[in-house]
């Protein structure tokens, strides 16, 4: 299986910083990579798909890149909604896996 | 308006076969592409991929867990489901149902609310 990892696994940002987080696949997985964001007792919620693309009605301060094996997914400028977990996922081929997920909290 | 939703127990045995239903609206799973998979996520950890079925019927599974696990689908009711065999303690978790759509990307699109199963004697 394909082994992902993400980085940091925990940050602490303000209000409009810049956030970007990594992915990293333990083998080419073209641009199969989507980004989730996950509060607190709530489901999932897809904000980039195919890496880069932007799933409707994702506030267009989140963007992704990457292929191949690095990913990253950045936050223009963070705001309050925006602390949460966040999760790396490859559909490249299965089983999928996600990665260990990146901590953002308030600094 | 596309919904998914998980149902089923909220406590089970040790040793006994897990049952839960996705229940979803807004899509079908006979149109070309579609599928509907199961992700779990144990207290405070990260979530875990289990399965997945697709429209024709082509069903994937986690290795981990293949032994255990069972996926079906309804079309005519809109439902999935997913049949865990011997649950253990470990097997604690909220557990979601997703809808994917191969005709725009494998990621999953759409998200039940999760339900949380408890395996505990």
């Known amino acids: 299986a394909i082994q992902m990892t993400q980085s940091p696994s925990s940050l602490s940002a303000s209000v409009g910083d810049r956030v970007t987080i990594t992915c990293r696949a333990s083998?080419?997985?073209?641009?199969?990579l989507g980004w989730y964001q996950q509060k607190p007792g709530k489901a999932p919620k897809l904000l980039i798909y195919?890496?880069?693309s932007l799933q409707s009605g994702v506030p267009s301060r989140f963007s992704g890149s990457g292929s191949g094996t690095d990913f990253t997914l950045t936050i223009s400028s963070l705001q309050p909604e925006d602390f949460a977990t966040y999760y790396c996922?490859?559909?490249?081929?299965?089983?999928?896996?996600f990665g260990p997920g990146t901590k953002v909290d308030i600094k | 308006q596309i919904t998914l939703k998980e149902s089923g127990p909220t406590l089970v045995k040790p040793t006994q076969t897990l049952t839960l239903t996705c229940t979803f609206s807004?899509?079908?799973?006979?149109?070309?592409?579609?599928?509907v998979g199961w992700i779990r996520q144990p207290p405070g950890k990260a979530l875990e991929w289990l399965a997945l079925?697709?429209?024709?019927?082509?069903?994937r599974y986690s290795p981990s867990l293949k032994s255990r696990l069972t996926i079906t689908k309804d079309t005519s009711k809109n439902q999935v489901v997913l049949t865990m065999t011997n649950m253990d303690p470990v097997d604690t978790a909220t557990y979601y149902c997703?809808?994917?759509?191969?005709?725009?990307?494998?990621?999953?699109?759409?998200w039940g609310q999760g339900t949380l199963v408890t395996v505990s004697s």
């Open positions: 997703a809808l994917t759509n191969l005709n725009s990307s494998s990621d999953f699109f759409y």
């Open positions: 807004g899509f079908s799973l006979s149109t070309s592409g579609v599928g």
């Open positions: 079925i697709y429209w024709d019927d082509d069903k």
């Open positions: 083998q080419g997985i073209r641009n199969d």
């Open positions: 195919a890496a880069s």
């Open positions: 996922l490859q559909d490249y081929n299965y089983p999928f896996t």
